[in-house]
């Protein structure tokens, strides 16, 4: 019995260690959670334990506890700010994490000017936009990419067309006769932006940075006050927009690859008036005219099928556009050696019927070197690209308003046909006529450092951009209507464009205690050549030969060439005091050879300070909500010199004919002027930085005031002198100034929830603060003293005259007519009070949903001011007239009376578009970029043996809410082709 009971004991006892050893030990657990940096206590960690699912929360002192934890369990810490870091307990009950902290958007590296700062330590105003943002948004050029995104920067593209200009400004329109583009400067090297040396196209004028990848950009940055761009001196005075490419990083080989494809339409159509409508117009016209209709004057009414229709705003640029892009990258790179390989293809067509694609080819190389046991480094940059328009002469846009049963454009064998057309002209016919225009850019730049002594580092900068062009232009005798004697013509371009750069200088760091300086000190030379000819040849008599221009009957070449040379030295001491007080101080002497030889130097400089509020210890006690606070603020000066290379100079050169009594002949062109000088424009800043919660919710707030003076213009001279004017400097001066705000938060940050906001708005205004002597020149009615130099001067309007059924205005002087000469007055603003953007970003998982709205708040040209003839006349009209014209007399209308020829209601619809009644609101809201991507689960890009892998779903200029009546309302034109909306898919793989 004994031994049975102790049989049954042995058992129970092997049976309950048996259990003990099937679960895992339990036992209570206590830890603390430290900044790996500061060795700081972290509050508010999330403590996770694995498998169990417990959760805790660190307190003030970092501290956290649990009662029973499993001796084999895994902790996983994560806190705001910080990488989550994963801990096995491995049966201790006392455990310290340590928390490695992520850069915070305070701490991200910022370009400057010759280096880099933080927004934490940073005493100047500089906009960000990352790759990331860029690469979310389907675009050919990067400035499309920046539009809304910067306060203070302002982005308009000139129309809807492939390679199509931007309109650029930073903080307003600085300069009344001189260039106001800001300075573009690509891996260090001043980009080609900046010399517009013309074109053949007609309201095209490709930009200049078509031929740059978005792809390959890293970053923008916009560099705003005096602190940020005075040490850029006198090419500075519009503001710098610093363009950074990608380059290689440390790690296993990889290859990517990044495809899309999509379509574009037009984004707000207007309705014109259908067949019927139009014909009842016109016949109202020429009654109220008493204007019998003939075959030359109503080929509509008496000629063309009255029951035909044809919406040619559809046949025009109804068509969708379509757009292929095709990327790769090689990156490879050990501690020593990084290199990054990229190109891309692109192919876009436009809206028009039957046009080639544009085309974009380019290729970087990135090769970056650290060697000597880190002493001695290097970087050489490199992109090249070729961009290829081949689009019709004319906007297609401007032959919308055709007669609705104008004749059919092509016969029934596909040719153009010319039956019929009396009074109006083929508009397929300008498919005929092309414009094409190939540009080749290649920018290089090469950067060394080499650390002479602790702190002290010797750099160089060297670098080339050349850009060569080629452009070709033809009006067929294909593209004209048929009759004896006809000829053909063709024009070519050629220009290019060389630039190089070289600027050595000395970079010097000491840290001293709390004390931390910079000095930086160095030189720069630039100079850029520009070469050009033009040959028009005319009188070809068949177009087999329009591109040889040997074959013209006769031939006309204009040739150009010009130097520009600029030499600085510049200088700059940045220090701070335990992150708390900050000082930056930068000068710049330059020389220019675009002007005089009294005045060719100039001294710029500017001075920054910061005072970093939440660094004080008593902010700390007594503000605690508040996690980072700074006041800053700049002054400075920077200089203009964007006239003509040789504006001072007395040229001479060869008229357009050419020749006097069959000798070649020279005229004077300018007078000597050895005292022209730069312009000036001083800036000035106050502005506050702060952040809450952690700085997950960060506020820039900013005032700033621009002053520029010495304005370069061109002075009027006597007529009795044989010129019209002299290049020199007026003692007029303008003022911007403004409201900056820029708001950024994150609402959610969990493991696999994120939301992160973002706020810019801008509030601009300027002024002519004094012009001597305006009243006696031209400018009388452009600009006013005390006023916007966005106004503008016409007719007051006082509406339709209920009798005559004329528009009707103001006689100011009361002679008893119009005249521009003395009844012009002042009848409001074109341009823009407010503007921004709003972007949301929710991250779930492998999911990630971008919406980003642009904003304008602005007055623009009316829909009739676009408009080539009168409410009445031979052309379609906008459905909207169809009703409240006048009819007779008593009528009270909003639109006069139709009419169908020269005369009183020509002339009265005429000073209309140039009067008060022209200028309305254009405010929008634009759904400006969405982007939908996924991100494929790890697991899955395993199988597929993919690093990784990314579907995704972008579009551009989504929708627009407007109540602006005249199509889109950032070209407000509706005879301009507005810009597209976008929508594309794509993959991005890495391998």
Request: charged share 15%.
């Amino acid at each position: 019995m004994m031994m049975r009971i102790r049989v049954y004991g042995l058992v129970a006892m092997l049976w309950l260690w048996g259990s003990a050893m099937g679960q895992p030990l339990m036992k209570s657990l206590k830890g603390q959670i430290v900044h790996a940096v500061t060795q700081s206590p972290v509050a508010g960690a999330s403590v996770l334990v694995l498998p169990t699912g417990a959760m805790v929360v660190s307190d003030e002192q970092g501290v956290f506890g649990f009662l029973q934890v499993p001796q084999d369990a895994v902790l996983q810490v994560s806190a705001v700010g910080f990488r989550t870091a994963t801990v096995a307990v491995n049966g201790r009950d006392s455990i310290q994490v340590l928390l490695e902290p992520v850069v915070a958007a305070l701490d991200e590296a910022i370009v400057i000017g010759y280096g880099k700062t933080s927004r934490r330590l940073s005493t100047g105003s500089v906009g960000k936009v990352d790759a990331a943002t860029i690469e979310r948004q389907p675009v050919t050029n990067v400035l499309a990419a920046l539009q809304g995104r910067v306060a203070g920067l302002w982005v308009e593209q000139s129309n809807g067309l492939p390679g199509s200009n931007f309109n650029v400004e930073i903080r307003g329109r600085n300069s009344i006769g001189g260039g106001t583009r800001p300075l573009f400067v690509v891996d260090g090297v001043p980009w080609m932006q900046n010399v517009n040396p013309g074109s053949l196209a007609t309201g095209l004028a490709p930009n200049p940075l078509n031929s740059l990848n978005p792809a390959d950009i890293e970053r923008v940055e916009i560099l705003k006050d005096a602190d940020a761009t005075a040490i850029y001196g006198a090419a500075a005075a519009n503001g710098v927009v610093l363009i950074t490419t990608k380059k290689g990083g440390q790690g296993a080989s990889s290859f990517s690859v990044n495809f899309f494809s999509g379509a574009g339409v037009v984004t707000r159509g207007t309705p014109q008036l259908a067949t019927a409508s139009y014909l009842a117009m016109r016949r109202i016209a020429f009654a109220l005219d008493g204007v019998n209709p003939s075959v030359s004057t109503a080929p509509d009414l008496l000629l063309w099928d009255s029951t035909r229709y044809t919406d040619w705003a559809g046949e025009l640029t109804g068509g969708a556009a379509s757009l292929v892009n095709l990327q790769g990258s090689l990156r490879t790179g050990s501690k020593t050696l990084q290199v990054l390989l990229s190109g891309q293809y692109q192919s876009q067509t436009t809206v028009f019927p039957q046009t080639q694609p544009t085309t974009r080819g380019s290729g970087m190389l990135s090769v970056v070197y650290r060697g000597l046991k880190d002493r001695l480094g290097a970087t050489l940059q490199l992109n090249y690209g070729i961009f290829n328009i081949r689009t019709p002469v004319f906007d297609l846009a401007n032959f919308m308003y055709l007669p609705p049963n104008a004749p059919a454009a092509y016969d029934s064998t596909g040719k153009l046909t010319w039956t019929n057309w009396t009074g109006a002209d083929n508009p397929m016919a300008q498919l005929e006529r092309r414009f094409e225009h190939r540009n080749a850019t290649l920018n290089s730049n090469l950067v060394l450092d080499y650390r002479l002594l602790p702190g002290l580092v010797l750099k160089a900068t060297v670098g080339y951009n050349d850009a060569l062009t080629e452009e070709y232009r033809s009006f067929p005798i294909s593209s004209k209507r048929p009759a004896a004697g006809l000829t053909a013509e063709a024009s070519y371009f050629d220009y290019s464009q060389r630039n190089w750069i070289a600027e050595p200088y000395l970079v010097y760091n000491v840290k001293k205690g709390r004390w931390k300086a910079e000095w930086t000190l160095g030189a720069s030379w630039q100079e850029r050549l520009y070469q050009s000819t033009s040959i028009n040849g005319t009188q070809y008599t068949t177009d087999a030969l329009l591109r040889n221009a040997a074959a013209a009957g006769q031939l006309s070449v204009v040739s150009g060439y010009s130097q520009y040379r600029y030499q600085s030295y510049f200088g700059r001491l940045s220090t701070h005091w335990a992150n708390r007080y900050l000082l930056n101080l930068s000068v710049r002497q330059d020389y220019s050879s675009r002007f005089g030889p009294a005045n060719r130097r100039a001294l710029f400089a500017a001075v920054g300070a910061g005072w970093v509020l939440s660094e004080e210890q008593w902010w700390k006690r007594r503000v605690p909500w508040a996690s980072f606070m700074k006041l800053r603020g700049s002054y400075g000066s920077t200089g203009n010199d964007q006239i003509g290379d040789y504006a001072f100079l007395d040229a001479w050169g060869v008229p357009f004919a050419g020749r006097y009594q069959n000798n070649l002949s020279l005229v004077p062109q300018s007078l000597f002027n050895p005292y022209l000088q730069w312009e000036r424009n001083r800036k000035l800043e106050l502005a506050m930085e702060g952040g809450w919660c952690q700085n997950r919710l960060m506020l820039t707030v900013a005032w700033y005031r621009n002053r520029c003076d010495n304005q370069l213009t061109g002075y009027a001279l006597p007529t009795q002198t044989g010129f019209s004017s002299i290049a020199d400097n007026l003692d007029a001066a303008i003022e911007n100034s403004g409201w900056e705000i820029d708001l950024q938060g994150t609402a959610v940050m969990q493991k696999d929830w994120k939301w992160q906001m973002g706020l810019n708005l801008t509030l601009p205004q300027s002024q002519l603060l004094s012009y001597p002597d305006i009243e006696q020149t031209l400018n009388r009615f452009v600009y006013q003293v005390g006023a916007p130099l966005d106004i503008r001067f016409g007719y007051q309007y006082e509406g339709v005259d209920p009798q005559t059924g004329l528009y009707r205005f103001t006689d100011q002087n009361g002679d008893g007519r119009l005249s521009s000469t003395n009844d012009y007055v002042p009848v409001g603003r074109i341009g823009r009070r407010a503007f921004g953007g709003i972007n949301q970003q929710l991250q779930w998982k492998g999911w990630q949903l971008d919406l980003f709205f642009q904003f304008v708040q602005q007055t623009a040209r009316a829909w009739f001011a676009s408009m080539p003839v009168a409410t009445g006349s031979l052309g379609n009209q906008p459905a909207w007239v169809k009703t409240g014209a006048w009819s007779g007399a008593g009528d009270n209308s909003a639109l006069q009376r139709y009419t169908t020829r020269a005369g009183a209601a020509t002339t009265a619809y005429r000073n209309l578009q140039n009067s008060s009644a022209a200028i309305v609101d254009a405010n929008y809201i634009r759904l400006k970029n969405v982007s939908v991507s996924w991100t494929i689960p790890e697991a899955w890009r395993a199988r597929l043996r993919l690093k990784e892998a990314r579907l995704y779903v972008q579009a551009q200029n989504m929708i627009t809410w407007t109540d602006y009546e005249g199509g889109d309302p950032e070209t407000a034109n509706l005879r301009s082709l507005a810009p597209l909306r976008m929508i594309t898919g794509g993959i991005f793989i890495t391998l």
